[in-house]
Structures are given as structure tokens and as C-alpha cells.
């Protein structure tokens, strides 16, 4: 399978590098939606939190914390400036967009949990039902109660706003609360006429025997439209100054969301419910006018696939519809037709499979029945969902031109699709594979196209631990739905089969399964013949079974160059193993947790792996090391896919888990490699540029360069150079001066000794530093300090800070430090307080060595007194030149201190 070559082998480059790119970035996990007036942005319930969400590209703009609780309501002004939510704690929060800062709240608005709300058309009152049969009116300028109706026979279940400007010839004005009920009742409030106490309708109507989910009122006013879950509308009529009953129409679904579109003239209304279709009406007539057409398969449960809720944004006039899966459409009215523009997932629930399909389509399948593919390279997160299998999708494969695509599922199928050109969604279904007794765990294309390009067979593995071969050479472009024929049934393992793989040559099969074996196949396959009519066949030969793994094997894979399969296993190790003689060669160990996939890259040179601790790992296949390791995810992470580098993109690794999350991880081994290749360019020209600095003593601005750099050990290379070259540069007299000077015991002064530093241009240049810098060369020194080979130069400049700079301007630097927030900002209190400390010790040391020499000359001067002088001329010596002697000794031993500080701090 290696390719041969008659020169030398380029050695593939190594991905050591990966960015976070895309991602697709769970936001609604079900509940109460609210949409803009121009369809633009969506407030989603996530648990206890509310995201605000840009429709377009699905990102989070916005996300306000609940309390802990989950959010039961939420719901928009008409005009966009307020969002008000409702938690289980019984309280209204009111905020105001778009910057989402909370105005006011309302705590106990009711006794029981709000179950919906809804505003009017002039933004001012704010309408609440709750499951304590209750209604409550509220003033959102003012945050009052105006109004409470009482009488229901349960949990209030729809509301609904009429409100009519003033009729020619009459100073009245209409503003009427309708409600709806689990009672099946419907019940209008006339806010003018009830009063703060007053709880009694002003017409009670009944006609449903159902839950009342939604309520519409027509234009101008006079017809009413009600929907409920007895799967009836009923049309109510203003006449004779009370509503009639005109008609009820069966809806033969649950209706759970309705509502009127276009102007003030339109009587269109449209209705979503549990059969997943969003239906257009006309309310004069009361007939059907479109419907969209949503595929649920036979025997399927249609709550799966029904609309929750739906709702009009009359600036766009598009319909925003919530499925029952989380997902959202958008819907636009051309001549009456309903026109879908885009669609949204706001939760993927468990990704358990992925796979790049044509040149930027990503597959996914997650804990759901239907197909999900994103369009990849583009900000506009829009998704098409493709609906077939009755149960949830496991495993995925593309073909190898990437123009089918196959799918397994737990309905016991696996189905072949394609992209056409003349549908909105472009995906249709080929062919169905049917004969497994269990679950479709895995498929795999032949690697390998016929001669007119053509994928021949789909091999397909099941719990019930067979493998099927299936002939895909009656397929064309113009099927549909067509049953495929099964070649070959094997039974091949004890357990369950996780997954296969086929060999890019289609020669030989591996299977991974539960048994913690890998098993190794080679494949007959006979393409069907026209000219000889033969028909295709195919068979399986058993060639080995892998052993090494101590639990089951997730994942298989070939590698794309190599004779060698890799496998991946909950024993959180990854294997690669040689077709030679089915040995284990490589074993790579770092997960912590079961490794569920691999794939190789496209050179065959790494193994990117994905486990149960949420991690990705890129193995480097020569000498088993572990090349990067990318912090993906939060949960397990079963899905992965390699895309290949192209001219205009890097190669990308896109991973798929259980917190709903898929994102894109881009390589970017070469841009790391040039940024560190030109940072270290640079800090050679800057050291090189220092050490000139130095040579030429321009200590400005080898000072300025050292704090641009951020290289403490320059800066003391420097102080300690310039304080080698002041007259008394004994170390040992420089700390007695500090001493004396601490202790108030008359010393030279700075004049008589020179500068403080050693020169006085670097002490001017101390006394003129930025305030920014003066604190950042405190730290500096508070570092020195803390070592007894660095201490004689720390406290040097030290006394030379102090000395120049007033206590009250240190303040105000520290102070400006701290407001700009500086890295590694640490106030003067605590700067004292470790300074303090090494002071005092390296002060005591110095003042016990300075006893100690005293005694030492006193013991000195006392023995040549009881001795007396030596016989020998050249060895006798005066008490003074002794004492020069030891003046000498001293700061030859202070030299070769301050050499050895130099050096360990180089070497630090």
C-alpha cells in the first residue's frame, strides 16, 4: 500500500500547532422564545440563563445569568427597547436592550410560576398568566399591578392583546385581554371597564374541548381566531355587541401556535402544531391557503417532530417556527406561499458522528433522527435538516469523490443520500439498506470508485455482530428511496461492532469491536458485468484477529500510506498494528480517559485521537510522542473528522461531543513556527543592540531598552557594571554605608563618595524615569533583594530610588499602576513587605561580618604585641600594613562575590 519512489522521501511536516476556529455553539435547550420585530435577534431559554442570539450567523451576543432557576417565560416589546423574563422564583426581571442591563424587578409577581406573557402593541402593559389561574396587568414604566383577573379553571394556557384605536364617530377605544385556558374556555377582559377589583369577563366562550393554545385577533378587531390541542379552530364573529361562534374547522393536529400576518388589510393567519407544519388560513373562509410539507416517517411519534411555537416578525414579515428538537426556520410570505430562508439549531444534543461531505459541507449526527450538514467557511451558520430515519442516526461516512453520503441508525437501516440541485434542502435519499436484526453502528464506502467513477459497495456493521455488503452499482442519481441488495452477511465478533474500516486499495476490512479484538479481512468483491451478466458479488477471508487491548475497541482506521491500521480503545490507549504480521508496533498512551476515535491525517505521519476526558491528541506516528494536545471539549468527545489542506485554507480537525459543541481547530504549525523564528530574531537584534548600548555607555538607553524587553537580568548586569565602577566599590563598605546611613551614624556622604549608583548620569536617569517604569523597577529590585548575590546591587539602586523620589509621588505611580492594571501589579504595601525582611537579614549579615573583621584585627594587633616583631625583615610587618593586608583580603572576597553573582544570574 506504500507508494515507491525513486528519490528521496520529503519527511511529511509535523502539525504541532492548532487555533480554535468555527464553532457551533449551543443556545436554546427549550422553553420560551422571543424574536425582534425585523427577525434579526432571538432571546432563548438555555436552563437558567436567557442568550439574546444573532439569527443570521447563530453567535451569542448576550447572555444574562439567572438565579439558579429555570426561566418558565420570557417575552419582547413590540417596540424592542424591553425583554421581561420569569423564573421559578415567582419574579419578573425587566431588561433593556440591546446592552441587556436589568431595570427593574418585580419579586412574587404571582403565587405560582408564570407559565407565558405577552406585551401590547403600545409597549406599556404587560400581560402574565399563571399556573395559578390567575392574570395580572402590569405597567412596565412604573413596575405596578393595574390589573388581576380571577375565575379560570386551571393554568392559563394562551393570552392575547386586542387593541383598536378610536372608530370614526366615537371617543371610545378598545383594549380588551383575551385568555385562554386548560378548561378549553376563552375568556375576554375589558381593561376599561374591570377595574383593579373587578374580575369578571366580559364574555366567556366556549367551544373547545381541549387545552386553548393559541388566540389570534384579526385586523380591525371583530373576528377572533382560537386554536387548541383538540386539534379544532374556532372563528368567533363580533355582532349584535357580543361574540358569535361562526365556525370550528378541524386541524387534525394539535394546534400550538397561531397568529395574524402581514398589514392591516391582510386576513391571512397562520397555525403551527404537532405534525411539524406551519399552515397559512384565510380567516373569511376559513380554509387552508399552504402548508409546508415535513416528512414524518411511519410510526414515528409526531411530538418528535412537532412546532412548539411560532411566532411573526412584522418588519421582515417572516414567521420564526420552534421545534420540539430545538430548532428553529425561518419562513418568508411570497404570493401567499410559505418560502423557507433559513434554518437554525439552537441544541445538537449529543454529536456522535461526523463527516466532510463535497468540498465544504459538514455532516453531523447527533441524538436525533434527522441529518444535520452545516456549510463550512462561512459566518452564516445555516443548517439543513434532512428527515428519513425513524431513530437516532450513530454513524456516518462520505463516498470516496464526497458526493454520497451514508448513514446508520438505530432503526436497524442504513440509507444512501445525495445532494441535487433543484431543492431548497438538496438532499434526497438513494437508497435503503434493510436486513439488520439491531442498531447500524458503522458504515463504510469502498475506498476505491469503479472505472466511471462510481462507489461499488457499502459495508455496514450492527449489534447484531454481522457485517452486510451492499451492492451500490444499481444506483444512480435518479433514485429514490431504492432497496438495496445485501452481497455477503458475516457474523464476525462475539459483542458488539463499534466500527470498520475499508483499506484505500478496498482489499481488506477491519472491524473494532466490544470483545477487544480488531479483526482483520480480506474482501472479494466481483463488479457486476454486463457483457457476461454477472451479477456483483462479494466475500469475506479471515486473516487475523488483533489482540492487545484490555478493553473494546471504538475506533479503527488504515492508515492512508502505511501497511498498518490503527485502533483506539476505553483502555485509554491507541494502537497501531502492522499488516505485515498483524503485530502491535506502536502503542501511544496520555488520554485519561476511553479513546472513542481516530483519524489519520492526510500525510499518514500523525494520529489525531478524541477520548471521554474531552481532550484531542495529535500523535506523531515515528516516535510515539504526542505532538499536541488541544483542550476541545467538556464531555466525551465521539465525533472526529480531518479536512485536508487547500490553496486558500490550512488542514482542520473538527470535533463533535457530548455538550452539543462542534468546533474547528485550524493548524497553525507554520504561522507558530515564523512567530517564534522572528521573536527570536528580534531578541538577538535586541540583545545585540543592548550590548552596544553598553560598550558605548549609553546607560539612557540601554535603561529604556531593558524595560521595553522586560529583562530584569539586563538591567542588573548594567547596575552592577556601573557600581564596579564607583570609587569605593567594595561591596562590603558599600552595605556599611547603608548600614551607617540606616543607623544614623556619621559616614561619607554621596558627595564625598560620588554618585549613589556608581555614575551620576544613571542616577539622573533613576530620577527621570516614566512613573510606570519606577514601579516596574521596584519589582525588579524586589526580586535582587531576595538573594544575598544580588542584595549589594538591589540595594544600591534602592537607596537611589528612595533618595530621588518623593514617598508621596511612589504613591501616586503605584496608585496609576494600579488603575491601568498592569501584569504583575502588586501594590507598595506588598512590595514593602518583601523588601522589609531580606533587608534587615542582609543589614545583619553585614554587621556581623563587619564584627567579625574588628575582632579579627584587635586579635591581630594584640598577638603582634605579645610576639613582638619577626626576626625576619620581609615577613615583619606593621599593624597598618596588616591592616591593609585585610582591607585588601576583604575586597578581593567582595570582587569575587559580585563576579559570581553576575554569573548565576546569567545562568538564571
Known amino acids: 500500500m506504500a507508494a515507491s519512489h525513486n528519490g528521496p522521501v520529503a519527511r511529511p511536516r509535523l502539525r504541532t500547532s492548532f487555533a480554535k476556529g468555527d464553532s457551533l455553539v449551543p443556545f436554546y435547550s427549550g422553553g420560551a422564545v422571543a424574536v425582534t420585530s425585523d427577525g434579526t435577534h432571538l432571546a432563548t431559554t438555555f436552563g437558567s440563563e436567557v442568550h439574546m442570539v444573532e439569527a443570521r450567523t447563530s453567535r451569542i451576543l448576550h447572555t444574562i445569568t439567572g438565579d439558579g432557576e429555570d426561566i418558565n417565560s420570557l417575552t419582547m416589546t413590540k417596540d424592542d427597547a424591553y425583554l421581561v423574563t420569569a423564573s421559578r422564583t415567582l419574579a419578573l426581571k425587566i431588561y433593556k436592550r440591546p446592552d441587556m442591563t436589568l431595570v427593574r424587578t418585580i419579586a412574587k409577581a404571582h403565587e405560582a410560576p408564570v407559565a407565558l406573557m405577552a406585551t401590547d402593541p403600545t409597549s406599556s402593559l404587560l400581560a402574565t398568566g399563571s399556573a395559578d389561574g390567575s392574570v395580572k396587568v402590569w405597567d412596565l414604566a412604573g413596575g405596578f399591578c393595574t390589573h388581576v383577573f380571577r375565575g379560570h379553571g386551571g393554568v392559563i394556557s394562551a393570552l392575547c392583546w386586542n387593541v383598536q384605536t378610536r372608530q370614526p364617530g366615537s371617543s371610545a377605544r378598545t383594549i380588551q385581554l383575551i385568555t385562554g385556558c386548560v378548561d378549553g374556555k376563552v375568556r375576554v377582559w375589558d381593561l376599561q371597564v374591570s377595574g383593579q377589583g373587578a374580575s369578571k369577563p366580559s364574555a366567556v366562550l366556549s367551544a373547545h374541548a381541549g387545552v386553548v393554545r393559541a388566540i389570534g385577533v384579526a385586523p380591525g378587531g371583530r373576528t377572533i381566531v382560537s386554536g387548541a390541542r383538540d386539534q379544532t379552530l374556532v372563528f368567533w364573529d363580533w355582532k349584535e355587541h357580543r361574540w358569535h361562534r361562526r365556525d370550528i374547522v378541524l386541524a387534525q393536529e394539535r394546534i ?14 397562520y397555525t403551527a402544531g404537532s405534525q411539524g407544519l406551519l399552515r397559512l388560513w384565510d380567516v373569511r373562509t376559513g380554509e387552508e391557503v399552504h402548508k409546508t410539507q415535513v416528512l414524518v416517517p411511519e410510526e414515528e411519534d409526531d411530538q418528535l417532530h412537532g412546532l412548539t411555537d411560532a411566532l411573526y416578525a412584522p418588519s421582515c414579515g417572516a414567521i420564526v417556527t420552534v421545534s420540539a428538537t430545538q430548532d428553529m426556520a425561518y419562513y418568508v410570505l411570497e404570493e401567499n406561499i410559505l418560502v423557507l430562508e433559513r434554518q437554525l439549531v439552537g441544541y445538537n444534543d449529543e454529536i456522535v458522528d461526523v463527516a466532510l461531505v463535497g468540498d465544504d459541507t459538514l455532516a453531523v449526527a447527533s441524538n436525533n433522527t434527522q441529518l444535520r450538514l452545516y456549510k463550512l467557511d462561512t459566518q452564516d451558520h445555516d443548517v439543513v435538516l434532512v428527515d428519513g430515519h425513524r431513530d437516532m442516526v450513530l454513524s456516518l461516512d462520505k463516498s470516496p469523490d464526497r458526493a454520497w453520503l451514508a448513514s446508520g441508525s438505530k432503526d436497524r437501516t442504513a440509507r444512501v443520500w445525495t445532494r441535487i440541485s433543484n431543492a431548497r434542502d438538496g438532499w434526497v435519499c438513494l437508497g435503503v439498506c434493510e436486513g439488520h436484526a439491531e442498531s447500524v453502528g458503522s458504515v463504510a464506502f469502498a475506498r476505491q470508485s469503479l472505472g466511471d467513477g462510481g462507489t461499488p459497495f457499502l459495508v455496514t456493521a450492527s449489534q447484531d455482530r454481522t457485517v452486510k455488503v451492499w451492492d451500490l452499482t444499481t444506483l444512480s442519481q435518479d433514485s429514490r428511496q431504492a432497496k438495496l441488495s445485501s452481497l455477503l452477511t458475516l457474523k464476525i465478533h462475539e459483542k458488539d461492532i463499534n466500527a470498520i474500516d475499508l483499506s484505500p486499495n478496498n482489499g481488506l476490512l477491519v472491524s473494532g469491536s466490544q470483545d477487544r479484538t480488531a479483526r482483520v479481512f480480506r474482501v472479494h468483491y466481483q463488479a457486476p458485468s454486463k457483457a457476461n451478466q454477472h451479477k456483483a458479488a462479494a466475500s469475506l477471508e479471515p486473516l487475523a484477529a488483533c489482540k492487545g487491548h484490555k478493553r473494546g475497541v471504538w475506533s479503527v482506521q488504515f492508515s492512508p500510506v502505511e501497511q498498518a491500521f490503527a485502533t483506539a480503545s476505553s483502555d485509554q490507549t491507541v494502537r497501531l498494528w502492522s499488516l505485515k504480521d498483524f503485530s502491535c508496533v506502536r502503542v501511544f498512551e496520555g488520554h485519561t480517559g476511553s479513546v472513542l476515535r481516530l483519524r489519520f491525517l492526510p500525510s499518514g505521519a500523525q494520529i489525531a485521537s478524541s477520548g471521554s476526558d474531552g481532550l484531542v491528541k495529535v500523535w506523531n506516528v515515528r516516535d510515539e510522542e504526542c505532538a499536541a494536545t488541544i483542550d476541545a471539549h467538556e464531555d466525551k468527545i465521539w465525533a472526529l473528522a480531518v479536512r485536508p489542506e487547500t490553496a486558500d485554507a490550512p488542514l482542520q480537525i473538527v470535533s463533535g461531543a457530548a455538550d452539543s459543541m462542534i468546533t474547528v481547530w485550524n493548524d497553525t504549525t507554520a504561522v507558530v513556527e515564523s ?28 535603561i529604556a531598552l531593558a524595560f521595553q524587553l522586560n529583562q530584569p537580568r539586563r538591567l542588573l548586569q548594567l547596575f552592577t557594571q556601573v557600581a564596579a565602577s564607583r570609587p569605593d566599590n567594595d561591596a562590603i563598605e558599600s552595605m556599611d554605608r547603608l548600614l551607617a546611613d540606616a543607623l544614623g551614624v556619621k559616614r561619607s556622604t554621596d558627595a564625598e563618595l560620588g554618585s549613589i549608583t556608581g555614575l551620576e548620569a544613571v542616577d539622573q536617569i533613576i530620577a527621570e524615569l516614566p512613573r510606570s517604569q519606577v514601579v516596574q523597577l521596584l519589582g525588579y529590585v524586589r526580586d535582587w533583594n531576595t538573594s544575598a548575590r544580588t542584595s549589594a546591587t538591589a540595594q544600591l ?71 613582638g616583631p619577626a626576626a625576619d625583615a620581609e615577613e615583619a610587618k606593621s599593624p597598618a600594613v596588616n591592616d591593609v593586608d585585610m582591607a585588601e583580603a576583604h575586597a578581593d572576597e567582595a570582587d569575587q562575590e559580585s563576579h559570581e553573582v553576575a554569573n548565576d544570574w546569567d545562568e538564571e
Open 675 to 702: 512567530e517564534k523564528a522572528a521573536a527570536a530574531k528580534e531578541a538577538t537584534e535586541r540583545e545585540q543592540a543592548f550590548s552596544n548600548l553598553l560598550v558605548l555607555k549609553d546607560y539612557r538607553n540601554a
Open 797 to 867: 539602586v534602592l537607596h537611589a530610588v528612595v533618595r530621588q523620589w518623593e514617598a508621596d509621588t511612589l504613591l501616586e505611580a503605584f496608585d496609576e499602576a494600579r488603575q491601568a492594571k498592569k501584569e504583575g501589579y502588586v501594590s507598595i504595601a506588598s512590595m514593602l513587605e518583601a523588601l522589609l525582611p531580606y533587608t534587615e537579614r542582609h543589614y545583619a549579615r553585614v554587621d556581623r561580618m563587619l564584627v567579625e573583621s574588628a575582632m579579627l584585627d584587635y586579635t591581630l594587633q594584640a598577638m603582634d604585641g605579645v610576639l
Open 256 to 269: 400550538e401556535a397561531l397568529g395574524f400576518v402581514g398589514d392591516a388589510s391582510s386576513c391571512l393567519f
